[in-house]
Nanobody
Framework: QVQLVASGGGTAQAGGSLRLSCTDY????????IGWFRQAPGKTRDGVSC????????TYINSVKGRFTISRDNPKNTVYLQMNNLTPEDTAKYYC?????????????????WGRGTHVTVSS
Protein backbone atom coordinates (compact mmCIF):
# COMPACT_ATOMS: atom_id res chain seq x y z
CA GLN A 1 0.00 0.00 0.00
CA VAL A 2 1.38 3.36 -0.99
CA GLN A 3 2.44 5.50 1.95
CA LEU A 4 3.73 8.84 0.92
CA VAL A 5 6.36 10.96 2.62
CA ALA A 6 6.19 14.75 2.52
CA SER A 7 9.26 16.94 2.97
CA GLY A 8 10.51 20.44 2.33
CA GLY A 9 8.67 22.32 5.02
CA GLY A 10 10.23 25.04 7.11
CA THR A 11 9.80 28.63 8.14
CA ALA A 12 9.14 31.50 5.77
CA GLN A 13 8.13 35.12 6.07
CA ALA A 14 4.85 36.33 4.67
CA GLY A 15 5.25 36.79 0.94
CA GLY A 16 7.94 34.14 0.77
CA SER A 17 8.03 30.74 -0.93
CA LEU A 18 8.57 27.11 -0.09
CA ARG A 19 8.50 23.96 -2.22
CA LEU A 20 7.19 20.75 -0.73
CA SER A 21 8.07 17.32 -2.11
CA CYS A 22 6.10 14.08 -1.92
CA THR A 23 7.56 10.71 -2.72
CA ASP A 24 7.12 6.99 -2.10
CA TYR A 25 9.97 4.52 -1.87
CA UNK A 26 8.08 1.46 -3.03
CA UNK A 27 5.48 2.53 -5.58
CA UNK A 28 5.47 4.57 -8.76
CA UNK A 29 3.53 7.77 -8.16
CA UNK A 30 2.53 8.10 -11.80
CA UNK A 31 0.06 5.28 -11.15
CA UNK A 32 -1.83 7.47 -8.67
CA UNK A 33 -3.72 10.70 -8.39
CA ILE A 34 -1.97 12.63 -5.61
CA GLY A 35 -3.27 15.30 -3.30
CA TRP A 36 -1.81 17.73 -0.79
CA PHE A 37 -3.55 18.31 2.52
CA ARG A 38 -2.87 20.50 5.53
CA GLN A 39 -3.83 20.60 9.16
CA ALA A 40 -3.43 23.73 11.25
CA PRO A 41 -3.29 23.42 15.06
CA GLY A 42 -6.75 22.72 16.46
CA LYS A 43 -8.30 22.36 13.02
CA THR A 44 -9.30 19.53 10.71
CA ARG A 45 -7.08 18.16 7.94
CA ASP A 46 -8.27 19.69 4.68
CA GLY A 47 -7.42 19.22 1.04
CA VAL A 48 -5.37 21.89 -0.71
CA SER A 49 -4.61 20.65 -4.21
CA CYS A 50 -4.47 17.49 -6.31
CA UNK A 51 -3.08 16.27 -9.62
CA UNK A 52 -4.73 13.60 -11.71
CA UNK A 53 -3.20 10.30 -12.74
CA UNK A 54 -4.24 10.46 -16.40
CA UNK A 55 -3.52 13.91 -17.87
CA UNK A 56 -2.04 15.75 -14.87
CA UNK A 57 -5.03 18.04 -14.60
CA UNK A 58 -5.01 19.95 -11.33
CA THR A 59 -7.42 21.21 -8.70
CA TYR A 60 -6.90 23.90 -6.05
CA ILE A 61 -8.95 25.28 -3.21
CA ASN A 62 -9.86 28.93 -3.67
CA SER A 63 -7.55 30.26 -0.98
CA VAL A 64 -4.40 28.98 -2.74
CA LYS A 65 -5.34 29.53 -6.39
CA GLY A 66 -2.74 31.66 -8.12
CA ARG A 67 -0.23 31.10 -5.30
CA PHE A 68 0.33 27.32 -5.15
CA THR A 69 1.27 25.03 -8.03
CA ILE A 70 1.18 21.23 -7.95
CA SER A 71 3.31 19.27 -10.42
CA ARG A 72 4.87 15.88 -11.07
CA ASP A 73 8.40 14.76 -11.93
CA ASN A 74 7.94 11.12 -12.88
CA PRO A 75 11.65 10.25 -13.32
CA LYS A 76 12.18 11.46 -9.75
CA ASN A 77 8.97 9.78 -8.56
CA THR A 78 8.04 13.03 -6.87
CA VAL A 79 5.04 15.35 -6.70
CA TYR A 80 5.75 18.94 -5.75
CA LEU A 81 3.74 21.74 -4.22
CA GLN A 82 5.29 25.10 -5.01
CA MET A 83 3.93 27.65 -2.55
CA ASN A 84 4.42 31.33 -3.33
CA ASN A 85 3.22 34.52 -1.65
CA LEU A 86 2.75 32.65 1.61
CA THR A 87 0.57 34.07 4.36
CA PRO A 88 0.37 33.20 8.08
CA GLU A 89 -2.90 31.41 7.27
CA ASP A 90 -0.85 28.83 5.36
CA THR A 91 0.83 27.72 8.59
CA ALA A 92 0.04 24.03 9.06
CA LYS A 93 1.42 20.53 8.87
CA TYR A 94 1.25 19.43 5.24
CA TYR A 95 0.64 15.87 4.07
CA CYS A 96 0.39 14.18 0.71
CA UNK A 97 -1.70 11.14 -0.08
CA UNK A 98 -3.12 9.23 -2.98
CA UNK A 99 -6.61 10.44 -3.70
CA UNK A 100 -9.75 9.12 -5.30
CA UNK A 101 -10.05 9.76 -9.02
CA UNK A 102 -13.32 11.00 -10.52
CA UNK A 103 -13.02 9.85 -14.09
CA UNK A 104 -10.02 11.68 -15.49
CA UNK A 105 -10.02 14.20 -12.64
CA UNK A 106 -8.59 14.03 -9.14
CA UNK A 107 -10.49 14.70 -5.96
CA UNK A 108 -9.51 15.94 -2.51
CA UNK A 109 -10.67 12.68 -0.92
CA UNK A 110 -7.76 10.62 0.35
CA UNK A 111 -7.84 6.92 -0.39
CA UNK A 112 -4.66 5.73 1.28
CA UNK A 113 -2.81 5.64 4.52
CA TRP A 114 -1.48 8.93 5.86
CA GLY A 115 2.29 9.17 5.74
CA ARG A 116 4.70 11.52 7.43
CA GLY A 117 3.87 15.22 7.07
CA THR A 118 6.04 18.30 7.05
CA HIS A 119 5.60 21.51 9.03
CA VAL A 120 5.20 24.90 7.36
CA THR A 121 5.34 28.04 9.50
CA VAL A 122 4.76 31.47 7.99
CA SER A 123 5.55 34.53 10.08
CA SER A 124 4.05 37.94 9.52
Amino acid sequence: QVQLVASGGGTAQAGGSLRLSCTDYGFSLDDYAIGWFRQAPGKTRDGVSCISRTDNSTTYINSVKGRFTISRDNPKNTVYLQMNNLTPEDTAKYYCADVISLGSLCSLSPSGVWGRGTHVTVSS
